[in-house]
C-alpha cells in the first residue's frame, strides 16, 4: 500500500522530535560551553557535525523512498504514465480518504523534518525552509515514482494534498500562535475483518484498513489564552474538530457492504493541555513537556462527541 512506507518514515521523523529538538536557548548555552573549554575550532567542529546530521537525514529520506519505492511499488516496471484517482467522489477507490491521508502525512513530514532541523542547523528561518523542501520533495519524488509503475501512475490529485499538508505544516511552524488554535490529527480504531486473521490479512496493513481511519481539523479553544484572552479554564481541554471518514472501500470490509462518505463535527478533548497541566508553570517549556505533546499533535483521542453527515454511492444524503 502506498502510504505504509510513510508509517515508518513518519516513525523515524518522530523519534528525532524529543531527541533533537532543544530550546535556543540550550543550544546557546552548548555552544557557549563548547566555546569555553574547546575554543572556536571546538565550536565550528560541533556546528559542522549537526549540518552534516541534516545532510545525511535529507540524503537517508530520499534513499529510503526511492529504495521501498522500487521493491514495493514495482517503480520502473512499465513506461512512464499518467493516473487519474479522482478526488472525493463516491466511484473512487477509496472515497478521497486516501488523499486526506497524504495530506496528513506530509503534514506530519514537514513538522517532524523542521523539529528536527531547527537543533541541527540553529537558525529557525533556514530549518523552516529545509524542512519544507525536503517534505514537498519526498511527494514529488514518490509520484514521480509512481509514474514508471504499472500499478498507480503520476496522480496529480495525490500531490496536490501533498502539497497542502506541507503548506500547513510550514504555516504552523512559522506561526506558533495560529498553532495554539489549528491541529490536524488522525484517529485510528482497526475495524473488525482487519483483526481477524481468518479473513486472509496476513500483514499489518494499518494503512490499508481505511474504514477505520478518521482524519480532522481541531479548532482549540486554549489559543484565545495564549493571546492574552481571560477565558474559563475549562474551555482550554475544548476542541471542535471538522473531520472526515469513509467506510465500505476496503478489502477488510464485508462484501456487499454499501460505500459511505461522512464528513462531520464534533467536541472532544484537547490532550495537549492535558499534558502541560502535568508540568508546574517553570517546566512547561521545557524539553520533556513539549516531547510528550508530540504524540497529540498529530494523533486525536477520542474522547468526546461528534455528529456525521452520510453521503451515500448513490449521492443520498443522511
Not at 3 to 9: A, K, V
Not at 62 to 85: S, V
Not at 121 to 131: I, M, P, W, Y
Not at 298 to 306: L, N, Q, R
Amino acid at each position: 500500500m502506498k502510504r505504509l512506507f510513510f508509517s515508518f518514515l513518519l516513525v523515524f521523523v518522530l523519534v528525532q522530535v524529543p531527541l533533537f529538538s532543544q530550546e535556543k536557548t540550550e543550544v546557546n548555552n552548548q555552544n557557549t560551553n563548547l566555546e569555553a573549554d574547546n575554543g572556536a575550532t571546538g565550536k565550528s567542529e560541533y556546528y559542522n557535525l549537526k549540518r552534516n546530521l541534516t545532510y545525511g537525514t535529507i540524503f537517508a529520506s530520499f534513499a529510503a523512498t526511492y529504495i521501498y519505492g522500487a521493491d514495493a511499488w514495482d517503480w520502473g516496471g512499465t513506461d512512464y504514465r499518467w493516473g487519474n484517482e479522482g478526488w472525493f467522489g463516491a466511484d473512487t477507490d477509496s472515497g478521497g480518504i486516501d488523499k486526506v491521508g497524504h495530506m496528513w502525512a506530509h503534514y506530519v513530514l514537514q513538522r517532524g523534518f523542521n523539529n528536527l532541523f531547527e537543533y541541527t542547523l540553529e537558525d529557525k528561518k533556514e530549518a523552516l525552509v529545509v524542512s519544507t523542501a525536503t517534505a514537498a520533495s519526498i511527494g514529488l519524488l514518490i509520484e514521480i515514482g509512481d509514474g514508471t509503475s504499472g500499478k498507480y501512475g503520476f496522480s496529480y490529485q495525490d500531490l496536490v494534498f501533498d502539497w497542502i499538508g506541507v503548506g500547513l505544516g510550514t504555516f504552523l511552524e512559522a506561526f506558533p500562535t495560529a498553532d495554539e488554535f489549528i491541529g490536524f490529527t488522525w484517529e485510528y480504531w482497526p475495524t473488525d475483518n482487519f483483526l481477524d486473521e481468518s479473513k486472509g490479512r496476513k500483514k499489518l496493513h494499518v494503512t490499508s484498513d481505511y474504514s477505520g481511519h478518521k482524519y480532522m481539523i481541531n479548532f482549540k479553544l486554549a489559543g484565545f489564552k495564549y493571546i492574552g484572552f481571560d477565558i474559563p479554564e475549562f474551555m482550554r481541554y475544548i476542541m471542535l474538530d471538522f473531520g472526515y471518514y469513509t467506510r465500505g472501500y476496503t478489502s477488510f470490509d464485508d462484501a456487499g457492504k454499501e460505500k459511505t462518505r461522512h464528513p462531520y463535527v464534533g467536541v472532544s478533548l484537547n490532550m495537549i493541555e492535558v499534558v502541560r497541566d502535568m508540568f508546574d508553570e517553570s517546566n512547561r517549556d521545557s524539553r520533556l513537556c513539549k516531547a510528550l505533546q508530540q504524540p497529540f499533535k498529530y494523533m486525536h483521542v477520542p474522547v468526546g462527541y461528534s455528529v456525521d453527515r452520510t453521503l451515500h454511492s448513490d449521492n443520498r444524503a443522511k
